[in-house]
């Protein structure tokens, strides 16, 4: 028996949806004052877990107690009752309110009357948490950390003890990450508890007290974050040796393949989103692009691709003007795009043979005149899924049936198995497995050594220190600065993402 007090008791608790048993028999135990980390891969069941904890869910079997006493959470207000709070991965705030109105929104407490009174709860929360935080200011106006402060405060005002954060750092910039680190670890000084939700185990063995695993659905093992380390964690989540450590020999830099000059475009808005952006990457190298979601990275690759004009500078592959060049004329220039929402690169009710023949089909010997040797195609096909270890149900099974996984591999067979001098990867492991993540990477790398280009675009900062050879750093549309991933640089590269460091360009790898 433990001496400290069990704030949760989560007992045998099983969710299912339609086909997926989400939760199966978990028990969970949160300590009082402890930082208690939920660790598992994406679809493992934590979000499921928390939300049956929240009210939102109720489970199909099991018992809650909170603080010993059977509780009878119907709904998230039953959960503030009973001093739970929950900060969701996507945060649920009004932009076109302060942060006070906010904060107030939905406890009763309307703002006309004792408005002073009630802003003044929330400066002195804000001080008491080390949470800055400007209360007057609009929701529209904050960066994704601020807002997260605001979603924490709004958690605390409502009187919560018990705080869980789901995957609260997904959005962060290092140094954000730092700050809520911090943040959480004076919480429990003040007596509250925290369930912290992570697929990262670098913020498990940084803040937590104890980790609960979950590997599909199930509970694989609760540690003392002290005693155990990051290899077990991973295998504990896996159910399988991860390999951390890839191999990537130097490859000689080769001859330049993208070159782009002072490049400016605009935002859906009008606004400049890409700002006098200027890189080249070469054959051989992986050009990586760090920065934080939604700062013209995504502008940047269409203007790339040719999907979205440029207003101003130019762009070249291969030596060749490509500026105002149709998305085909660049294929043909030997550029490939693949984007990061998977779905739209494909054609969903087509077979996956057909999809991973998609680009082929002008050429011999799959194109026969007008027709399409379908033997030829399932041929190919079947070559591509074996070298890209490509799970499938069968090559003429509708492509849509393949999970999130295997169609990236699916889709880098497609476009790896052209012609092709330069791959602009977006996002390439969003949403996947670590399984699945391990073996794009291992396919991103292994274009190195036959000297394709590759630029490399993610929100991911592990990813792209992990496999590019240069790193650029982008900032609200400007490049920040180009550097080498490595550890003497990181501190650089997370002031360069915050927007505080810019390098003078002599001074770029
Ligand atoms: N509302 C829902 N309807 C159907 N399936 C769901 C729903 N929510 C989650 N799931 C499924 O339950 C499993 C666990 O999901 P989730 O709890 O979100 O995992 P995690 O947060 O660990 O990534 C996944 O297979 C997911 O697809
Ligand atoms: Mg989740």
Redesign the pocket.
């Known amino acids: 028996m433990s001496e400290v007090p069990t704030a949760v008791l989560m007992k045998g608790i099983t969710k299912r ?4 048993v ?2 199966s028999n978990i028990d969970f135990e949160v300590r009082e004052g402890e930082i208690h980390a939920l660790l ?10 928390m ?1 049956i904890l929240y009210g939102i ?1 109720r489970p199909d079997e099991g018992e809650i107690y909170i603080y010993g006493k059977k509780a009878h959470i119907h709904s998230p207000k039953d959960a503030i009752a009973l001093g739970i709070g929950m900060v969701h991965q996507q945060f649920r705030l009004v932009q076109t309110h302060t942060v006070v109105e906010n904060i107030v929104l939905g406890t009763g407490n309307g703002l006309r009357f004792e408005e002073e009174e009630v802003r003044q709860k929330i400066v002195d929360l804000a001080q008491r948490y080390s949470l800055a935080i400007n209360p007057d200011a609009r929701i529209w106006q904050l960066s994704a950390g601020e807002q997260q402060r605001v979603e924490i405060l709004k958690a605390l005002y409502r009187g919560a003890k018990i705080l869980i954060l ?2 609260p750092t997904s959005m962060l910039t290092p140094l954000e990450i730092k700050e809520l680190l911090q943040t959480l670890r004076r919480m429990t000084e003040e007596g509250n508890t925290i369930i912290f ?1 992570t ?1 990262k185990l670098d913020e498990v063995t940084a803040v937590s007290h104890r980790v609960t695993i ?1 590997r599909q ?1 199930k509970v694989t093992a609760v540690l003392e974050t002290a005693k155990t380390n990051k290899v077990q964690l991973a295998n504990l989540m896996v159910g399988r040796e991860v390999l951390f450590r890839l191999e990537k020999p130097s490859v000689e830099r080769g001859s330049e393949v993208l070159r782009v000059e002072g490049l400016e475009a605009l935002s859906d808005k009008g606004l400049i989103a890409v700002n006098n952006v200027s890189f080249t990457v070469h054959r051989g190298e992986i050009l990586g692009i760090a920065g934080v979601a939604g700062n013209g990275q995504r502008e940047l690759l269409e203007v790339i691709a040719g999907l979205r004009p440029a207003t101003r500078g130019k762009i070249f592959i291969n030596g060749v003007e490509a500026t105002r060049s149709s998305i085909r004329e660049r294929i043909n220039m030997g550029m490939s795009y693949v984007p990061g929402e998977r779905m739209t690169a494909l054609v969903p009710n087509m077979s996956i043979a057909e999809n991973m023949i998609l680009k082929s089909y002008r050429t011999a010997p799959i194109s026969k005149g007008a027709f399409i040797d379908r033997r030829e195609m399932l041929n190919l096909a079947q070559r591509l899924i074996q070298e890209y270890e490509v799970i499938t149900p069968g090559p003429e099974k509708p492509v849509k049936l393949l999970s999130g996984g295997n169609i990236q591999r699916a889709l880098m067979a497609r476009e790896l198995s052209q012609q092709v001098d330069i791959l602009v990867a977006a996002y390439p492991t969003s949403g996947l497995d670590v399984g699945a993540i391990e073996t794009i990477w291992r396919i991103l790398l292994s274009q190195r050594p036959l000297g394709k280009a590759i630029l490399l675009v993610s929100d991911d900062l592990e990813e792209i220190l992990t496999l590019s050879d240069r790193v650029a750093v982008m900032h609200n549309g400007e490049i920040m600065g180009i550097v080498e991933p490595k550890e003497e640089n990181l501190e650089k590269i997370g002031l360069m993402m915050a927007g505080a460091l810019k390098l003078e360009q002599e001074q770029w790898v």
Do not use: M, S
Request: no cysteine; aromatic share 8%; charged share 15%.
């Open positions: 949806f339609a086909g997926v989400a939760n598992g891969e994406n679809g493992a069941g934590k979000t499921t877990l939300n869910y789901d995957e939700i697929h979950l659905g």
